[in-house]
């Protein structure tokens, strides 16, 4: 798989969580943002709801990193701060094998305008299969509707995911439609 890359057939500890991201935290990024040519491009977005309320509690769902999917997904450090230069481990669970995708954060978006926008980019690590950076956005727009969207840039990084392309493009949109489903969730009862 590469050097840098974590698979395993048990969770792993968080020791060993701690010392891949230790070793990702020396590594440069692996995606110039902003690049698009050669890569895959997703975007998906879903209206959450309607107001002030729903707003606050989707930019704290993404505080919290409960846009996840829990039962396959997780994020370490649990509850990393939003802030650039942020490393995070994404834990992730898939026919009985974890493996670890290490990602750094880009940007932060927390915008107040006539259109409200809270969310972050992270991009890719040395640590992940694919190489490319994602953006986790809430949006308030002027009719007063509740987004949450996606945006991904990607393309495989290692032989096995190349190998295994549809399979990672399934794992991908799954990703999508689970998170989308997880924000809808941390909103429902406002």
């Known amino acids: ?24 935290r ?9 690049t698009v040519a050669g890569f895959n ?17 989707a930019c704290q769902a993404v505080r919290e990193w409960r846009m996840f999917p829990p039962g396959w997904t ?12 942020q490393d995070v481990a994404v834990l992730a669970r898939v026919f009985g094998v974890w493996w670890l995708n290490a990602c750094r954060i880009i940007s932060v978006i927390d915008d107040a305008g006539s ?16 190489m490319g950076d994602e953006q986790f956005l809430v949006e308030r727009d002027a009719d007063d509707c509740v987004w949450y969207q996606i945006r991904a840039v990607s393309r495989p ?13 399934w794992l991908q949109s ?17």
């Open 157 to 169: 990084r290692y032989w096995l995911v190349k190998l295994a392309y549809p399979l990672a493009r």
């Open 1 to 24: 798989m590469g050097p840098f890359v974590m698979w395993t057939l048990t969770n792993p500890t968080a020791d060993q969580i701690a010392g891949f991201l230790s070793e990702q």
């Open 115 to 130: 259109v409200r926008r809270f969310g972050f980019t992270y991009a890719t690590l040395p640590g992940h299969v694919e």
């Open 41 to 57: 491009v997703d975007e998906e977005r879903v209206l959450l709801g309607r107001g002030e309320a729903v707003y606050l509690a």
């Open 74 to 85: 997780e994020i370490s450090p649990t509850g990393a701060a939003l802030v650039i230069g």
């Open 26 to 34: 020396q590594m440069s990024l692996t995606f110039v943002p902003g």
């Open 174 to 190: 799954r990703f999508r439609r689970d998170s989308m489903r997880a924000m809808q969730i941390a909103v429902r009862d406002i």
